[in-house]
């Protein structure tokens, strides 16, 4: 099953050289950068814009962290259930949460997500790129800015998006594991470990809607570095409220000022993804590969992949990861909540010093 990711990534990379090997042709670009491919050369221009002016001097911040999430809240407004009911599913990483921003941003899923689609628009209206296709080079590139993550894949050709997705197709962090497995399988094929592949994404992320009196709440430590902390960090004991009581999909978090998802805590505990999600605590090179894999999948969702071309040699390499799994100060192996029943948690060191609390990432 992991499996099934990984090899469709790669028959996608081989599809895409095959389609485009007849014009392919190894290009040197007007800014002096190679590429394999000479239609990927317009990207750099809009690279250097964006890490100039979206993402404050190609910083790993809110706007980084933002555009990550845009290009999930995208892709996943797709569902063959729906269209097999007679209705429409919605076009997939298709741009028409920025193209129908007005119907889009307004479903409750989507909350806070008009600010990031504010920020992107006029990037798209500069220059002679598809909503769908900058929201995930947005996405490729802010990531990049993260120390430890991976190069993600970007491919180009996807065409304007015809209507809005329908409502209801973006999870909530109340829903219950059932549901949000469900809707994933739905929408990419995905299987549980796939999604927890892509919860990765929240080792870089922040809340500020969930409980609005904190915003900028990070969910691990470390949201500024793509690491391991958040599965370590949500296998943890949830002792305290950072901010207000009673918030839906909130749950306790084991760290003052660090926000936790209910969808996180339950899905580090079900038994159909805790070994996955336990996998990661201790394995940030997995945790790369696999995110990196599952991320080349959902970008796709809804497109022909056959149309596209391979421009992932225009998306910058992260600095390396700085430090490693550990616990924050005060906690340790006791304070874990075991949910994997075949493998014990790894073992890990404390940060020294008094228990940690966690700043909130600055907001735009
Ligand atoms: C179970 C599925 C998921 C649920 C329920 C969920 C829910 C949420 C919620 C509630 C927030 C906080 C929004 C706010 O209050 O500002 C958030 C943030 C975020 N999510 Fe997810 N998410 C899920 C899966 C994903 C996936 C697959 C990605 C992959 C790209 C992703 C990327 C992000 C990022 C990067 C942020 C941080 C945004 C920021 O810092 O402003 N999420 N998510
Ligand atoms: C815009 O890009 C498309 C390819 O995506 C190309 O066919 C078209 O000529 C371009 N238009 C302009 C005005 O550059
Ligand atoms: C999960 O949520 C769905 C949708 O709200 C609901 O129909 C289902 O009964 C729930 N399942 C469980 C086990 O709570
Ligand atoms: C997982 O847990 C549920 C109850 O929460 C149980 O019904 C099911 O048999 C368990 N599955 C496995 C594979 O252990």
Same mark, same amino acid.
């Given at each position: 099953?992991?499996?099934?990711?990984?090899?469709?990534?790669?028959?996608?990379?081989?599809?895409?050289?095959?389609?485009?090997?007849?014009?392919?042709?190894?290009?040197?670009?007007?800014?002096?950068?190679?590429?394999? /491919?000479?239609?990927?050369?317009?990207?750099?221009?809009?690279?250097?814009?964006?890490?100039?002016?979206?993402?404050?001097?190609?910083?790993?911040?809110?706007?980084?962290?933002?555009?990550?999430?845009?290009?999930?809240?995208?892709?996943?407004?797709?569902?063959?259930?729906?269209?097999?009911?007679?209705?429409?599913?919605?076009?997939?990483?298709?741009?028409?949460?920025?193209?129908?921003?007005?119907?889009?941003?307004?479903?409750?899923?989507?909350?806070?997500?008009?600010?990031?689609?504010?920020?992107?628009?006029?990037?798209?209206?500069?220059?002679?790129?598809?909503?769908?296709?900058?929201?995930?080079?947005?996405?490729?590139?802010?990531?990049?800015?993260?120390?430890?993550?991976?190069?993600?894949?970007?491919?180009?050709?996807?065409?304007?998006?015809?209507?809005?997705?329908?409502?209801?197709?973006?999870?909530?962090?109340?829903?219950?594991?059932?549901?949000?497995?469900?809707?994933? /399988?739905?929408?990419?094929?995905?299987?549980?470990?796939?999604?927890?592949?892509?919860?990765?994404?929240?080792?870089?992320?922040?809340?500020?809607?969930?409980?609005?009196?904190?915003?900028?709440?990070?969910?691990?430590?470390?949201?500024?570095?793509?690491?391991?902390?958040?599965?370590?960090?949500?296998?943890?004991?949830?002792?305290?409220?950072?901010?207000?009581?009673? /918030?839906?999909?909130?749950?306790?978090?084991?760290?003052?000022?660090?926000?936790?998802?209910?969808?996180?805590?339950?899905?580090?505990?079900?038994?159909?993804?805790?070994?996955?999600?336990?996998?990661?605590?201790?394995?940030?090179?997995?945790?790369?590969?696999?995110?990196?894999?599952?991320?080349?999948?959902?970008?796709?969702?809804?497109?022909?992949?056959?149309?596209?071309?391979?421009?992932?040699?225009?998306?910058?390499?992260?600095?390396?990861?700085?430090?490693?799994?550990?616990?924050?100060?005060?906690?340790?192996?006791?304070?874990?909540?075991?949910?994997?029943?075949?493998?014990?948690?790894?073992?890990?060191?404390?940060?020294?010093?008094?228990?940690?609390?966690?700043?909130?990432?600055?907001?735009?």
């Amino acid at each position: 099953m992991a499996f099934s990711v990984l090899a469709s990534l790669v028959s996608l990379l081989a599809a895409l050289q095959a389609a485009n090997g007849a014009i392919t042709r190894k290009a040197t670009c007007p800014d002096g950068s190679t590429v394999t /491919n000479e239609a990927c050369c317009f990207l750099f221009p809009i690279l250097e814009d964006i890490q100039a002016n979206l993402f404050e001097g190609s910083q790993c911040g809110a706007e980084a962290h933002e555009s990550l999430r845009l290009t999930f809240h995208d892709a996943i407004g797709f569902s063959p259930a729906l269209t097999a009911e007679g209705q429409f599913g919605g076009g997939g990483a298709d741009g028409s949460i920025i193209t129908f921003a007005s119907t889009e941003t307004a479903y409750a899923a989507n909350a806070g997500i008009d600010e990031i689609v504010n920020l992107q628009a006029p990037f798209v209206a500069k220059y002679n790129i598809s909503a769908g296709d900058f929201i995930q080079f947005a996405g490729a590139v802010g990531l990049s800015n993260c120390p430890g993550a991976p190069q993600l894949d970007f491919v180009i050709g996807r065409p304007a998006a015809t209507a809005a997705a329908p409502d209801g197709l973006v999870p909530e962090p109340f829903d219950n594991v059932t549901s949000i497995l469900a809707r994933f /399988n739905d929408a990419g094929g995905f299987d549980p470990q796939h999604v927890v592949w892509l919860l990765s994404s929240h080792s870089v992320a922040a809340a500020s809607f969930v409980d609005p009196t904190i915003p900028g709440s990070p969910f691990d430590s470390t949201p500024g570095n793509f690491d391991t902390q958040f599965f370590i960090e949500t296998q943890l004991t949830g002792t305290l409220w950072p901010g207000t009581v009673g /918030n839906p999909g909130e749950v306790e978090s084991p760290i003052a000022g660090e926000i936790r998802l209910q969808s996180d805590f339950l899905l580090a505990r079900d038994n159909r993804t805790a070994c996955e999600w336990q996998s990661f605590a201790d394995d940030l090179s997995r945790q790369q590969t696999l995110f990196k894999a599952a991320m080349s999948t959902l970008a796709t969702i809804g497109q022909d992949t056959a149309t596209l071309t391979d421009c992932s040699d225009v998306i910058p390499v992260p600095p390396a990861a700085e430090g490693t799994p550990h616990f924050p100060a005060g906690l340790t192996n006791a304070d874990v909540d075991q949910a994997c029943t075949t493998a014990a948690f790894p073992t890990l060191s404390t940060d020294p010093g008094p228990a940690t609390s966690v700043a909130p990432v600055p907001t735009p």
